[in-house]
C-alpha cells in the first residue's frame, strides 16, 4: 500500500520518482555474533542470555541438507580452528535481532541518503522516506526537487548515490548484497507523455488473480466433495485467497464479474445450486431471498473502505500517505467540495487510482466518506464558485474535460477569483489565450502550456456557464464580463498571489521579478500611497485590488478599503433538548451519570444524561439518537457518555475532576480508553463515537473517570445462585421440620418449633426468620446511593423521550449530529452514518438494487406492490437457517426448485409423478391429485392450527389467514373481512401481492398490525409463527411427500423418463454411422431386448458417455472442414506383411475398452442402488431434498456436425 500510495500521488503531481530494489546474500548466515550481541545489549538484554546464547551457538553442531537426503554426520566449532560465523537459520531469536541490527543501518543510511519527497499541496504533510524494508529485502527511493529543469538526471543522480551508500553501510557488519537480483525503475515525464511509468494499470494483475483462481476452481472440480464440504472450502479456503488480491488492486466491474462466473460454475453445482441462477440473486441480500455469497467487486469495496477508515483513525504512516495523495488529488481534480464527500461528478480527466476507484465504488453504492483532516481549496470571496465544478454540472464529453484540466492546471486557478480581475467584474482577455499564468500559494502538478484547442473550449463553457452574456465571435484578446458580479473577500487562505493588497491605512505591492514586499503608506484623501519600506508579510485584513503606478514610486488606487468578511463560527451545538439547568459555572467537583433508552422495534434510540454539583444545582438533557444504523444500547450508553462531556464544554465549566457513572460495563471500558489498542479496533462497532470521546478528553484536559453503577435498582431484582440455594436449603429444612412431631400431654400433635442459631433455645418467641433466606426486596429511592438514583432519573428521561418521540415524531432538536470532531473518518450511506456492521452495510447497499429489480421482474411486482412485503420477516426466518434451508428457501422463494416443471426445460420431461398432470408446477404441490399428497396437505393444515394455537395467534387472524392459504392454493383472491379494519387491510395488502405468493413466503406487512388488533399479547411473535407455518409445516410436509412418492415408488415420472431414454438409445443405434467415430460406433450396439432390460440410471450413463463421443465427433469433423488432419493420416505401416496381426490387436483394444467401460457403468449402477434409502412401511420418509436426475444432454441439442443433415433423436413426449 505504500508503494501504491508514493506512485498514485507522483502521478497526479506529474513529479519524477525512482525506486531500486535490493536483497541480500544468506542475510541471516551473515550476522555475526559479536555484531547482534553488541545490539542486543544496546536494546538493553542481559549479559547472561547473551553468554548462554554464544554458548548454545558455539557448541552446536550442524547436519548438512543434501538431495538424497540429511547427512548423518555433522560438523560445528572446533578448538583452534577459524571460527563458524553466523546466526543458525531457524532460531526464534534471529528475525528479532536482524531487527534491530537492521533499524540501526536504515538510521544510519537516512543520514547520508537523499531519499524521496512528495508534500501536499499547501505543505502541511508530505511522504517522506529513504526506505522500505522487510527483513532483507529492501526498496530504496529516491526523488528530485519539484522545481528541478532536469529531474530525470537529478533523480537517476541521486538513486545512484543512494545504492551506493546502502550496499556500503551493509558491507559493515559483513552483509552483502545479491547484485544479480537488484533492480530498478522510474516514474518519469516529458512533456505530456511516459518514458517509463508505472501507471496504475491492472490488467497484469488482474490477468494473475484471474488465472490463479481458475486454477483453484479447476482443483475444486477434479476433487469428490460434499455439499458441506464445497461450502467450507469456498468460504474459509477460497474466499481467503481471493482477500489477498483483491486488498491493493482495483479492479473494474467487468473483470470482477468475469471472476465471479468462474466461481459460480465451479461452485454452484456442487452445493445444489443451479448454475444458470441469476448472479442477483447468488450475490443478493437474504432479506429479498439471496443467497449473500459475496461477489468480487463488493467485496474488493468492503476491503478499501474498511482498510481507509481503519488507516485514517489510526493517524500513522500509511494514515498520513492517504492525507497527502488525497490531498494532492484533491488540487488535481480542481474541486472545492471534498471528493470523497461529493461524489456526484465524474472526475475522469485523471489518470484513475486507488483513490478515485474508491470514489467510483462509493458513487455506485450512493455513498460518501468524510475524511477529518482532508485539505481542500477555499471559495475566496462573496458569489465565488470553483471553475471546475460548474463546467462539469452542463453537458460536457470527456475530452472537453482533459482539455479543461489542463487549462486550469496551467493557469493554476481553482476557483473564479482566482481568475477574475481584483474588482470582481471580468476576466481580463490576456488571461484566456495561454500568455498568463498565476502565482499560486499552492504546489501545482507540472503542466506544459495546453494547445489552442484547449483554450477554445475553456472559453466556450466560460460563456455557456458564467458569461452567458458574451458574444460567441468576440475576439479572444477582450475581457469577458460576469454575469453575477463577486463580492465581498472573505478572511480564508489564498489560492493565489495578487500583486497588490490594501487595508485601511496601508497598501502592499509584490514585485514578483524581485520576490520583494514594498509597504505604501495612504497620502492625504486623494488615493495616493506614498512609499513607506519593505516588509516581511501582508496585514491579515488586507484584500487584494487593482492599483496604477504614478511617479515611479507612487500607488494610486480609487479602491475603497472593504475589511474582509470574517469567516463564522458556529457556536457551540447544544448537546440535547435541556430538560432543567440551574447548575453554576464555577463547580470544580462535579458528578454524572447516563443512560440510555432503546425501542428496537419502532427502531427509536434516545439518550438521557444529569450532570449535578450538589443536590439542588443539576442540569439534566435528552436526545434522540437519529441517521445512524448502529442501534443498540451500548450506543445508545456512549451517545449518553459523549453528550455528557460536550454538555459540560457547552456550559462553559471547567471542572478539575469528573465523575461519571454508567449501567453498561463494556460503554465504561471503552470510555475509559486513552488509545486505541491496535488498528483494527478502530473499524469495530462505534469505533468513531469512542474516538470522539478520547479526542474531547485530550482537548480539554478535564480528569474524567467512568464507573459501572448497577442499572434498575430501584425494581424488584432477580434471585442470585446463591440465594437461591439458600432458599432450597430452608425451604428443605422446614419440611423436615413438620415431618418431626412431638406429644403434648393432651395427646395432640404440634409441629416443633424452628430454632434459630442466633436466639437461646429457652427462648419461646416466634422466631426470626433469616434474612438469606428471604427475596431481596424492593428497595425505595431514600435506600439507593446517588449514583443509583442518578441513573435512574437518565433512564427515565431517555424512556419518556423516546416514547414521546413515538407518538409525535419530530425532528432532531439537538444541533450535535455526527460526524463527531476527533472521529477522523466516517462512512455514510444515503443518509444514514455507518457506525457498525460495515461489510453488511455495504454490501447491502451494493446488491439490493440488482435484486430488488429482479424481484420485481420475476413476481411482476410494482414498486408499490413491493413495498407491501414484510421483508423484515423473511430476514428474521432466514437469519439463523442452516445452509441446506437457507438455499431451499431462496428457490422457494423465486421459484428455483427442482421440480419436474423447471427439469422439463434440461429433460424435455415435466409429467408429475403422482397424477396425470402433464406440467407439475410449485402451485400443482399443493392441488396434486394424489391420495398421499391430499393427505400431507390435510395433516399439514391440522398441524398448523396446533402451532399458531399454541404460539398465541388469534383465532379470527389464523381463520382470515388460512382463508388466504386456500384461496392461493387455487390462485384467486381471499375475500377480506369487514372487521376489524386492519385484518381487513392485512388481506386487501395479501391479494395485492397475491395469495398464491403468501405460499412461497410472501407476507404482507400489515399482518403485524392484524396481530395486535385481533387480541395478539405478542404480535411480532405471532406474525414470525405465521410465517414460520408456511415454510416449516405446510410446505415442508407437502415436499417430504413429493420426494417419497418420486424416489421410493413407481411413478409416472420415471415411466416416461425410461421411455425417453430408451428412444434416444435407440436413436444412437440407428444412426450411429453418421454421428459417432468408427472406433465407438460399437457402443452404440444395443439391441432391443439389452435396452429393455438396463435399468433408468444405466441409460442415462450410457447417454451421457455417447453424447460426450458425438461432440468430439462433432469437433473433429469441424477441424476437418478448416482443412485440419488427424495425426494418423501421417503414420505408415512400418510391417506390411502382418496387417492381420495388427487388425487383431486393434479389436483388442477395441474390447477392452468396451469392457472398461461396461464395468465403468455398472459398478456406478451399483453404487447409487446400495446408497439409495430404502422407503419407510407406513410413511413417507422425511427428506430435505430431493434426488435430481443426472445431467443429460441430449442428442438435438449437442453440436451439428458438419457432414450434411443428419437424422434427428425422437422428441420428448
Partial sequence: MLKLLMFETARVKKATLAGSYYDLVANYDRIYKSISNLMAQRAMVDKNILKARALVIERMRRRVKMALGTSERSYGQEKNKPEVGGEVQGKGDVPSLWCVQSDTLLRAHERRAYGMDLQNPNGTRRIKRCNTQFVDDCDGWASANFNSEDPISETMSRLQHDAQRWNNINNIPGQTIAFHKCKWRILAWQGLGYLLCPDGNQTHQYDATYHAIQELCDRVAGAQLSERETKQALYRQFFPKLNYALHASYFDASQANNIDKVIRDTFLPRMRLNRKTPSAVVHGPRKYGGLEIPDCYTRQTQHHIKYMLKQLRWDKTVGGDILTTLDNIQLASVFVSPILETTGPAIDYINQGWILDLRERLKTINASMWVEDAWQPKLQRDGDFSLMERFLSIKTTETEHKHLRMVLHFLKVVTMADLADPTGRFIPGERLTGDWQAESTLEWPKQPQPPKKAFATFRKVLRATSCQNVSPWQHVSRDMKLDTRLGRWHDVERNVIHTCYRNRDALFYRDIETDTLSCFQLSGNSGLFRFTG??????????????HFVDGDKIWTARKHQPPKQTSVDPAPQPGKI???????????????????LFQDKKVMSAGWLIAEDTEHMTAAVFIVSNINSLSSYRAELEGTFRLLKHIEYLGMTPEEVTHWCDNEAAVLATNKTEPACPGELIGADADIILAIMHHKQ???????????????????????????????QSRAERRRRIREVDVGDG????????????DSSITDKPRKSRLSLPRQELGRKDLSDEAMMNIACDEYAEEAAKEHIKTPQAPFSTLQPPYEGSKAMLKIGKVWITSNYDRSIHFASRAPSIKKYCKGRHKWSSSTMNLVDWDIIDRARRNQKWSAFSRSMKIMHGWLPLMHNLGKRTGIAQCPGCECPDKTYHHMFNCGNALMKKALSESFETMRKVAWATGVPDQAMDVFMSCITNGIQNRPAPPPQYPEDLKKAVEDQNRIGTGKLLQGFMAKSWLEAMQATGSKKPKTASSSLHGLLWKTLFQRLWDTRNYILHHTPNRYNLAENDNLAGKLHWYRENRHHVLRAEDRHLAEHDSEAIERMGCLTKRKWIQQLDKLRNIYSKEGHLRDKGQVAITEHFSIVNSERPRRQKQAQRTIIKRKTRQLTLTVTKTVRKNKSTRKPPAPDSPPRTTTGRRPGNIVTPNTANKSTQGDLPRPPESD
Wanted: glycine residues 4%; aromatic residues 0%.
Fill in 748 to 759: 395432640t400433635h404440634a409441629p416443633s418449633q424452628p430454632t434459630s442459631p442466633h436466639s
Fill in 699 to 729: 482537548k480539554t484536559g478535564i480528569k474524567s473517570t467512568c464507573q459501572h453503577v448497577h442499572a434498575h435498582q430501584d425494581e424488584k431484582k432477580r434471585k442470585t445462585k446463591e440465594e437461591k440455594l439458600e432458599e432450597k436449603k
Fill in 579 to 597: 430538560l432543567h439547568s440551574n447548575i453554576r459555572a464555577e463547580a470544580l467537583t462535579i458528578k454524572g451519570a447516563s443512560d440510555g433508552s
Fill in 534 to 547: 519593505l516588509v516581511d508579510d501582508i496585514l491579515r485584513d488586507a484584500h487584494p485590488i487593482d492599483c
